[in-house]
Structures are given as structure tokens and as C-alpha cells.
């Protein structure tokens, strides 16, 4: 079964100090990585991949398969990065479904 | 908007009652996912249908039931409503099919309360 783990329900920082957003997956093939955001009164949207290695709104996230995390990283933190982020998981195989964990609250604070 | 649309936005009904969701993906998606969002849970998957099969099924209770229609859009009927049936239901939808799901687009979900 795959699973997904956000340990920080809720995560405060700074404008200007570095934030870490920390997921750990359980699988046993090759996943696919994802975060979402979801903002304020907007959808759930992504907001970067794995497989992309690319940095979005400077937000980048290394898979590291020793360790099965997925962290997502910014260096200096903006006020309008204050979100919910979720990591999720797409399993391989016939049947994939992609796998949220529960979800971070970031609040950027000025 | 050509994005993913769900109707209602909130519905209230009373235990015991039987309501449908109703869900139209993105223009040109076919594949269409629900899931469920509970207080402190997060995105919990139902069910997943592409060009009108069920393709992958997820923690779906038997008094759930879904379907895709060929006009593509989607309805989660949710019957026999308990209590904990209140949550935030979420159609996404996405272009992939067997190759996985890739990039979802999310709509705004659809609230149930069931008092």
C-alpha cells in the first residue's frame, strides 16, 4: 500500500527566512512525486513534480529514495507563499491513483 | 470557464437521505477523480473513472456509488448518509488515463453537511 506523511500540520515562519516542508512516502515501486497548493479561496492546484526537477515560484523539492522523502524548499519565504501544500503520490502499475497526505498549513508571517 | 466544474457548491440534508454530486472535467479530460476531504483528514481517494470505466477504486464505502457518462461528466451518489459522510467532496480531473494520473485539475468541491 502506498502512503503518504506530512508531519507538520501547521508550519510559521518569517518573511525572508528559509521554509522546509516535510513529506515521507511509503512505496514500494517507483513513484511519481507531486506538491499542491491550494490558496486562499482558490483550487487545489500543482505546484511542482518530481520528474520536472524545476523550480516554481522558487519552491524546489528533491526525491530523495534513500530516505523516501520528498521535501519541498524555499530559501527566503514571501508572505503570499502562505498556503495549505499537500505532497501526493502516484503509484505505477494498471491501476494508479494519485495519494495525498494530510497536508501542511504555511503562514508566512511579516 | 473551461475548468473543472462541480455542483452544488454546499448541500445540507438529514441523516439517512440519498444526494449526487455532480462533476464536468476539463474540456478534452477523460478521466475523472473524486475524492473525500473530512475534518483533519486529508484527500482521501474514491474512485477514479476514465472515458466512462472505472479504472481504480479507493476507500469508497458500498453505500457510495459513482459513474462517468458519455458525455463525460461525472456523479458520486452518496446514500444512506451518516453523520460522517459531512466532508468536502473533490472531482479532479486529468487528460491521463493507464499512464497515470498526472497533473489534476481540481474544482472547488462540493460541501455536505448531513445533520
Known amino acids: 500500500a502506498q502512503r503518504v506523511t506530512q508531519p507538520e500540520k501547521l508550519l510559521s515562519v518569517f518573511k525572508g527566512a528559509p521554509v522546509e516542508l516535510k513529506c515521507n512516502y511509503s512505496?514500494?515501486?517507483?513513484?511519481?512525486l507531486f506538491w499542491y497548493v491550494q490558496y486562499s479561496r482558490q483550487r487545489l492546484q500543482l505546484l511542482l513534480r518530481?520528474?520536472s526537477r524545476e523550480s516554481i515560484k522558487g519552491f524546489t523539492a528533491d526525491l530523495n529514495k534513500g530516505e523516501t522523502s520528498f521535501h519541498l524548499k524555499k530559501p527566503f519565504a514571501q508572505e503570499e507563499d502562505s498556503a495549505m501544500y499537500y505532497c501526493?503520490?502516484?503509484?505505477?502499475?494498471?491501476?494508479?491513483?494519485?495519494?495525498f497526505g494530510s497536508g501542511t498549513q504555511l503562514t508566512v508571517l511579516p | 470557464d473551461s475548468g473543472v466544474t462541480q455542483t452544488p457548491k454546499h448541500l445540507i440534508t438529514a441523516t439517512g437521505q440519498r444526494v449526487t454530486l455532480r462533476c464536468s472535467p476539463r474540456?478534452?479530460?477523460?478521466?475523472v477523480y473524486w475524492y473525500q476531504q473530512s475534518l483533519d483528514q486529508g484527500l482521501q481517494f474514491l474512485i477514479q473513472?476514465?472515458?466512462?470505466?472505472?479504472?481504480a477504486k479507493g476507500n469508497i464505502l458500498e453505500r457510495f456509488s459513482a459513474q462517468q457518462f458519455p458525455d463525460l461528466h461525472s456523479e458520486l451518489n452518496l446514500s444512506s448518509l451518516e453523520l460522517g459522510d459531512s466532508a468536502l467532496y473533490f472531482c479532479?480531473?486529468?487528460?491521463?488515463?493507464?499512464?497515470?494520473?498526472?497533473?489534476?485539475?481540481f474544482g472547488e468541491g462540493s460541501r455536505l453537511t448531513v445533520l
Open positions: 473513472y476514465y472515458n466512462g470505466e472505472e479504472r
Open positions: 479532479a480531473s486529468s487528460s491521463r488515463g493507464a499512464g497515470g494520473p498526472g497533473e489534476l485539475f
Open positions: 474540456s478534452g479530460d477523460l478521466s
Open positions: 512505496y514500494s515501486g517507483s513513484p511519481e
Open positions: 518530481h520528474i
Open positions: 501526493a503520490l502516484s503509484s505505477s502499475g494498471s491501476a494508479r491513483q494519485l495519494t
